[in-house]
């Protein structure tokens, strides 16, 4: 894939404004986890209190400085996003027990086989600067989501299950939490693994997931402005609009939170227009008019064209 491309037809300009709602968002981060320690909430709690203010406040700017008007979620939109959101969190309530306590066992039986390394490990992560072991915690973790994404782009069995998230005609934070919830499992699977093998502590694990969470949120969000010099570090809207482009040869930038191996395996996409002229699935392909409840739960499988009276009953 040529990983600089020219502008679209059609496609928007650069904008030269700065995107300062996604980096003041980043900025509120160390305050927010600073009182979430303070007040000693529990990791959900956090993670799901950060979600949501995140998300109203992306949501409120994208009212005041939408990227493109013809992108802003409609209360449709939002109540079918809702649905994916709470159909997502339910199964990652059922699988979360299961996957932490087996995850802790792991861990504990990890560093008891290997004794002396694992205190080596944990050594290792207390004597790196705080920040670097974020940064080195996040990188590591995307590693897998990364090649999980561009698996799901090129398999079938795995498209079926993704295929949900790239169904809308716009990009927008709502839109962000579109995503089935096997889909939402393996990225957390992917994530989780390696952190638990690598002994990272479980506080840098909580805020790695924070700011992957926000990054999520920020890179589906339809608001105005640029990352400027930040944008090729950085994972943002600017980038991933590209992702969900129809022309397969702009759809690279498989990495949503840090476009780093997107640049060490050549799948990064970083045109100078500001973002796609059309984004769904790839032109062409056999597209289900609406998202019903069973797209939700058994995956967006195409269907055959039918007539339009007799299409999408099931919601
Ligand atoms: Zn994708």
Known sequence: MNPLLTSAPGAQRRPEALNWPHLLMLLALPP????CARWAWPAELSL???????????????????GRADWQASAADMRRDASSLGLASLTDLAFSLLITTSALIVQQQELSWRG??????????????WPVALLLVIALGEFLPYWLHRWAHAWPSLWRWHAVHHWPTAVNASNSVLVHPFNVLWN??????????LAVPAELMLWAALFIQMQELAAHAN???????????????????WHHS??????????????????VFGSLVWPQAAGPAAVGWAEGAPRPSRL??????????????????AEDQDD
């Open 246 to 263: 129809v022309v397969l040869d702009e759809a690279g930038n498989f990495g949503t939170v840090l476009p780093w191996w997107d640049w």
């Open 223 to 241: 608001v105005a402005g640029s990352l400027r010099g930040l944008r090729g570090l950085l994972g943002g809207a600017e980038l991933h609009r």
């Open 48 to 66: 799901a209190l950060g979600t949501l203010l995140g998300l109203g406040w992306l949501m409120a700017w994208e009212r005041l400085r939408p």
């Open 292 to 309: 019903g409840w069973s797209a939700l739960i058994l995956g967006a499988v195409p269907r055959p064209a039918q007539p339009a009276a």
């Open 188 to 197: 957390k699977l992917g994530r989780l693994l390696p952190a638990v093998f």
């Open 32 to 35: 927010y986890a600073w009182l």
């Open 116 to 129: 002396a390394q694992g205190a080596a490990l944990r050594s290792f992560w207390q004597a790196l600067p």
